[in-house]
């Protein structure tokens, strides 16, 4: 039941997510219990589930007197948080690399095999939880429980952004192909050469920032002209 409930509240957070990144919810709009419970045909229990994750990720907040609302962003605070996200990650890879055990390896040598036909399938949603699943086992393996809380809580606050950042033409092969990279490099303890394809991996800089900052660009465009229309 627990496990139900929890997969109920995901989806109403991935529902949510793509309607903030594409502008059909703006900052400052009130996410009501009651209304998002008639939309996706839920009880409150998982809507506020729902909302208490969207909050984490820093994708809403709480207010006094009018509850949850969603919350705003500037392209300067992304900026900042994936800088920071780049160096946690790579600090993961390169103690993974010295502190790694065979077992934690082949873990997450498997989860990486379990990508493939993802990507080959052109997967999406699919991959980006496969993806999920390789990085956290990563921060596991850097055994630094501190490191990882942090580098778990950060990369929480920047999953919508990255889940958007998977849709780039070639992307999903990409960062594939990088994280056997990656695991290449801890199979041989390179600590040094870990933290750099890592942090080529996480990197939004150049294209890849460019083709970020259009999409979100392009879908709230999208959703602003779908609001004028409405609003004739």
């Known amino acids: 039941m627990a496990a139900e409930r929890y997969n109920r509240a995901t989806a109403v957070v991935q529902a949510l997510e793509q309607d903030i990144l594409a502008g059909v919810l703006q900052p400052g709009d009130r996410l009501d219990e009651r209304q998002l419970g008639e939309r996706f045909g839920l009880s409150r229990t998982p809507i506020r589930e729902a909302l208490v994750q969207l909050t984490a990720t820093g994708l809403a907040s709480s207010e006094p007197r009018r509850g949850t609302v969603v919350a705003a962003i500037t392209l300067t605070e992304l900026l900042e948080m994936f800088e920071v996200m780049v160096e946690l990650e790579a600090l993961c890879a390169q103690l993974a690399a010295r502190r790694m055990t065979p077992a934690q390896i082949e873990r997450l040598q498997d989860r990486h095999a379990l990508a493939q036909p993802l990507v080959q399938a052109g997967d999406h949603d699919g991959y980006y939880l496969a ?19 942090q ?3 950060l990369s929480r606050r920047l999953s919508p952004y990255r889940r958007l950042q998977l849709r780039r033409p070639r992307r ?17 303890a390179d600590g040094e050469a ?3 394809i890592m942090r080529e991996h996480v990197t939004v800089q150049g294209t890849g920032l460019v083709d970020l900052f259009t999409m979100l660009a392009d879908s709230r465009s999208e959703a602003a002209e779908v609001r004028a229309d409405e609003g004739q």
């Open 131 to 149: 993806n999920v699943r390789f990085h956290e086992a990563l921060y596991a393996g850097a055994r630094n429980a501190f490191l990882e809380r």
């Open 172 to 188: 999903l092969a990409t960062s594939n192909r990088e994280h056997a990279q990656i695991i290449e490099a801890i199979r041989k």
């Open 151 to 153: 580098t778990l809580y």
């Open 194 to 196: 870990a933290a750099g």
